[in-house]
Nanobody, 112 residues
Framework: QVQLVESGGGLVQPGGSLRLSCAVS????????MGWYRQAPGKQRELVAT???????NYAEFVKGRFTISRDNAKNTVYLQMNSLKPEDTGVYFC??????WGQGTQVTVAE
């Protein structure tokens, strides 16, 4: 059974940075597409970034140039480095793996 466990969320001021981690068990991070989604209060879940083995990462327009998705095969972990955070980046961030596996989410709050 594949499990995804996110960590690294928290409260940060506008302009700050956070790095989210998604620890994968039951499968390899290099075995399929991995990604990050987010859901703001009252809004639908939306794609943030995806990472396919051997391909260039894909980013939503609203995070291009600020967020970076990466994977560490040795640690079996996927990361989302978030820089220049804005209040509108606030939400619950979910790790996702192709075949429809989701993590429980980690809260990111960007506020003064």
């Amino acid at each position: 059974q594949v499990q995804l466990v996110e960590s690294g969320g928290g409260l940060v001021q506008p302009g700050g940075s956070l790095r989210l981690s998604c620890a994968v068990s039951g499968s390899s991070v290099s075995a399929g597409t991995m990604g990050w989604y987010r859901q703001a209060p009252g809004k639908q879940r939306e794609l943030v970034a995806t990472l396919v083995v051997g391909a260039i990462p894909n980013y939503a327009e609203f995070v291009k140039g600020r967020f970076t998705i990466s994977r560490d095969n040795a640690k079996n972990t996927v990361y989302l480095q978030m820089n220049s955070l804005k209040p509108e980046d606030t939400g619950v961030y979910f790790c996702w793996r192709s075949a429809g596996t989701w993590g429980q989410g980690t809260q990111v709050t960007v506020a003064e």
